[in-house]
């Protein structure tokens, strides 16, 4: 299969999935069925049917209003969809489209209801990051055996390093960021090291800008969720972490 032709598949996938992910975001940080009952408007109540249901082009027909009521439905849901199916497709550009990508999607399918869920609600779910945490190992252990190891290795020294923050600054850093940083280096192995550094330095800026806005009492006081930091830092690394590795290494060392 060609590169184009895989990131186009790799898009539709992603974009079919991202519109199960809008029903995860909302329904399971409120602990709700994620398959009863269908989805429906968030004004009249009354089901979707399928032909408004169709990724982004329901949407777009719709101009973001309920067929039924007209109430307006947030732009957020085709967002989601569309930025999905485009982070599954880069994956494909970025690591060809063969086994190398199969992980890279896993992980993005992973990352991007976590990191909106702890936007919304302040909570990074350990019903993804434990069984996400999981699939990682399998995955791994069948695509690439011998790597296995390191990624083990990943896990636990990424976990372990917000593991000693959490526990210097327990208000700055919570176990959730713990068990998702730890489930990064599963999926990214050594590139776990730049993912976090990158998710650091980005929290880090936008907790100054906070200051510099608010004040730095004030600024201290605001609370920040540090899961989408972390999954930025996550694609970060899956699309550049190896070529930071190497390049610092390479320099270095």
């Given at each position: 299969?060609?590169?184009?032709?895989?990131?186009?598949?790799?898009?539709?996938?992603?974009?079919?999935?991202?519109?199960?992910?809008?029903?995860?975001?909302?329904?399971?940080?409120?602990?709700?069925?994620?398959?009863?009952?269908?989805?429906?408007?968030?004004?009249?109540?009354?089901?979707?049917?399928?032909?408004?249901?169709?990724?982004?082009?329901?949407?777009?027909?719709?101009?973001?209003?309920?067929?039924?009521?007209?109430?307006?439905?947030?732009?957020r849901y085709p967002l989601v969809e569309a930025g999905t199916g485009l982070l599954c497709a880069l994956?494909?550009?970025?690591?060809?489209?063969?086994?190398?990508?199969?992980?890279?999607?896993?992980?993005?399918?992973?990352?991007?209801?976590?990191?909106?869920?702890?936007?919304?609600?302040?909570?990074?779910?350990?019903?993804?990051?434990?069984?996400?945490?999981?699939?990682?190992?399998?995955?791994?252990?069948?695509?690439?055996?011998?790597?296995?190891?390191?990624?083990?290795?990943?896990?636990?020294?990424a976990g372990g390093f917000l593991l000693v923050a959490a526990v210097v600054y327990p208000a700055g850093?919570?176990?959730?960021?713990?068990?998702?940083?730890?489930?990064?280096?599963?999926?990214?192995?050594?590139?776990?090291?730049?993912?976090?550094?990158?998710?650091?330095?980005?929290?880090?800026?936008?907790?100054?800008?906070?200051?510099?806005?608010?004040?730095?009492?004030?600024?201290?006081?605001?609370?920040?969720?540090?899961?989408?930091?972390?999954?930025?830092?996550?694609?970060?690394?899956?699309?550049?972490?190896?070529?930071?590795?190497?390049?610092?290494?390479?320099?270095?060392?």
């Amino acid at each position: 299969m060609s590169t184009a032709l895989g990131a186009v598949i790799a898009a539709l996938f992603g974009t079919i999935i991202g519109s199960f992910l809008n029903v995860v975001v909302y329904r399971l940080p409120r602990k709700e069925s994620l398959s009863h009952p269908p989805s429906r408007c968030p004004h009249c109540g009354k089901p979707v049917k399928p032909y408004d249901n169709v990724p982004v082009v329901s949407w777009l027909l719709l101009r973001g209003r309920c067929r039924h009521c007209g109430g307006p439905i947030s732009v957020r849901y085709p967002l989601v969809e569309a930025g999905t199916g485009l982070l599954c497709a880069l994956v494909v550009v970025v690591h060809g489209a063969d086994r190398d990508a199969v992980l890279g999607i896993v992980f993005v399918l992973l990352l991007v209801p976590i990191a909106l869920i702890d936007l919304d609600h302040r909570i990074i779910p350990n019903v993804i990051t434990g069984p996400g945490s999981v699939i990682a190992i399998a995955l791994v252990a069948v695509l690439y055996p011998g790597d296995l190891v390191e990624h083990l290795i990943a896990g636990a020294a990424a976990g372990g390093f917000l593991l000693v923050a959490a526990v210097v600054y327990p208000a700055g850093m919570g176990m959730g960021d713990v068990k998702l940083t730890g489930m990064m280096g599963l999926y990214l192995g050594s590139a776990v090291a730049p993912a976090v550094m990158s998710a650091l330095i980005l929290g880090s800026l936008v907790g100054a800008l906070i200051i510099a806005r608010l004040g730095a009492e004030k600024g201290r006081k605001t609370a920040i969720p540090f899961g989408p930091y972390l999954a930025i830092g996550g694609l970060i690394g899956l699309f550049a972490g190896d070529a930071i590795v190497d390049w610092y290494v390479g320099n270095f060392f």
